[in-house]
């Protein structure tokens, strides 16, 4: 075996135990390596090494059609919101020669992925949050026009707001780890389209 073999696994086998740390489904870390292997990249430690992952972690899940937020992967790695764009560039096709897939979900779908990580709820709650969304999103089709994570959120804290739960909406706001101006005009949007 020669030192180009023994690096590979090396550098194969470290980032399975770098995914290990954070409660990933196996499936996803055998996504993740597998696009791992397929980038052509130089070792990184530190920030940018954490950058890679989540670009890698968020592909998996591309990869394997499942919604997921890169920024909560962000947030666990402690890498800051408006590092997050920084993520694309450092792991561009140009870069890395790894082209990734654009899947645009919906709404309703990032409000069950926020759902999961939202320990406050519970299942009578996540049953009213879901036929909420879906009752808004339903009424007003051009709702959907605003990014589907903003308006996922929006509809979780207009649910908070209306049923005076602000431990949910704070909650909500500090996993959506994005500035939250915007959130307030699509939560007034909603109470618009709800009250018609």
């Known amino acids: 075996m020669n030192f180009k073999e023994v690096f590979y696994i090396k550098m194969s086998l470290s980032i399975k135990n770098d995914l290990k740390k954070y409660n990933l489904d196996d499936d996803i870390i055998q996504e993740a390596n597998r696009i791992y292997e397929n980038m052509i990249f130089f070792v990184s430690r530190g920030k940018k090494r954490k950058q890679k992952l989540i670009f890698i ?75 909420l969304s879906n009752a808004i999103v339903s009424k007003d089709t051009n709702i959907s026009l605003y990014p589907p994570q903003k308006l996922a959120a929006s509809l979780i804290i207009y649910y908070a707001k209306i049923n005076g739960h602000q431990e949910i909406s704070d909650q909500m706001k500090a996993l959506f780890y994005r500035p939250h101006g915007t959130l307030d005009t699509i939560v007034k949007k909603i109470g618009d389209i709800h009250n018609q």
């Open 57 to 131: 972690i968020y592909n998996a899940h591309l990869n394997l059609n499942r919604v997921y937020d890169i920024h909560i992967i962000a947030k666990k790695m402690d890498i800051k919101q408006k590092k997050i764009s920084n993520v694309f560039t450092l792991c561009s096709p140009i870069k890395t020669g790894y082209n990734y897939k654009k899947i645009r979900f919906k709404a309703t779908e990032y409000v069950k992925l926020y759902m999961d990580h939202l320990e406050i709820l519970n299942q009578q709650q996540k049953i009213q949050i879901m036929s």
